[in-house]
């Protein structure tokens, strides 16, 4: 696969029972930089194209293979959360390696004040985990987390996610997912229960992200804001079109007339 490639789907099938064909013959390619709208009627296939592409489902047929040195990440619906850690312990949890190394940092600083304290082996650690902390410029990490949990809404930091609803579940997801920043971004309507300022924050941060966003939803004025393609989905096939929402209305309206 090359390295340009972050996806790729050839010639996948989806049957759920005998009868019932979700994904016909579906063959697609995803490349750096692509910010994807997802259309179709209920049914379509979209949800289920998403889940092939995250891992969760199997295609009945065909290739579908992530690049292996991308990651992928997939806001469903009805998102989990861990019941034992509270909201921004869960929104952590999207960049747990990050704070890992911040508390790895913080430990080895400390053991300098033990009274048998060994500052060569200490002092070769502390430049090893400040060069990671570095090259993934986390020192900012406490900030990253603070702008997105406001834009976003979320509850309070402190607040146990079992008591939340479910718009507030899907925020802490959404905000979760965002600061771990696969480079396969799958998203299932997103902007349900985003308020407008919320929304514009959203669309901006998926305007910066480097790698392939997919977006399942029916926000037209949203797609405006971020899509660079749509695929529109009916009857287990996939029509492309290039643009955004506006521009694919146009395209179809042409090849209609056509």
Known sequence: MSSDV?????RVDKFYGP???VLANISLSFLHGAKIGVLGPNGAGKSTLLRIMAGR???????AELHPKASVGLLEQEPELDPLKDVRANVEDGVRALRDLLDRFNVVSAAFAEPDADFDALLAE????????????????????DR???ALRLPDGER???TLSGG?????????????????????EPTNHLDVAAKAW????????????LIVTHDAEFLDRVANRILEMRDGVVETYTGNYTEYQQQKAARLQQ
């Open 160 to 162: 146990d996610v079992t």
């Open 19 to 21: 009868e019932r064909q």
């Open 57 to 63: 489902e199997e295609p009945s047929s065909g290739v």
């Open 168 to 188: 507030e579940r899907r925020r802490v997801a959404l905000c979760r997912l965002l600061l771990s920043s696969p480079k396969l971004l799958l998203l299932d």
């Open 148 to 150: 997105a949990m406001d």
């Open 126 to 145: 502390q430049a090893e985990v400040q060069e990671q902390i570095d090259r993934h410029a986390a020192w900012g990490l406490d900030q990253a987390l």
């Open 202 to 213: 959203l669309a901006d941060d998926l305007s910066k992200h480097k790698g392939v966003v």
């Open 6 to 10: 972050i996806y790729t789907m050839y």
